[in-house]
């Protein structure tokens, strides 16, 4: 049996900002790393991992200073979702061939 908890939060106007910055940062590696990975793609044909893109984070920080401004794990998340969501595509896909 599966059962599902629902809570309402009420942030503060410090912690809305947080969450902001949180959320747009991951968006911004996201996107990064999707970029990251077809380019290497069409260009090598092999794929990134996802511990090669967190290893080349870092070197965001120059370009993109704000990227500081949030916790290291939030945006190693962002390149783990993405391994998850093409791991899933690609399975989904054998089974339709």
């Given at each position: 049996?599966?059962?599902?908890?629902?809570?309402?939060?009420?942030?503060?106007?410090?912690?809305?900002?947080?969450?902001?910055?949180?959320?747009?940062?991951v968006?911004?590696?996201?996107?990064?790393?999707?970029?990251?990975?077809?380019?290497?793609?069409?260009?090598?044909?092999?794929?990134?991992?996802?511990?090669?893109?967190?290893?080349?984070?870092?070197?965001?920080?120059?370009?993109?200073?704000?990227?500081?401004?949030?916790?290291?794990?939030?945006?190693?998340?962002?390149?783990?979702?993405?391994?998850?969501?093409?791991?899933?595509?690609?399975?989904?896909?054998?089974?339709?061939s």
């Amino acid at each position: 049996m599966l059962k599902a908890y629902k809570y309402r939060m009420y942030p503060t106007k410090q912690q809305e900002e947080m969450f902001s910055k949180h959320f747009g940062c991951v968006r911004v590696i996201y996107n990064w790393a999707l970029e990251q990975k077809i380019k290497t793609y069409e260009q090598d044909g092999k794929s990134v991992s996802r511990f090669t893109l967190n290893k080349m984070i870092p070197t965001l920080y120059d370009e993109m200073e704000w990227l500081k401004e949030v916790n290291s794990q939030s945006l190693r998340g962002a390149t783990l979702n993405l391994d998850n969501a093409f791991t899933r595509f690609f399975r989904e896909k054998k089974g339709f061939s």
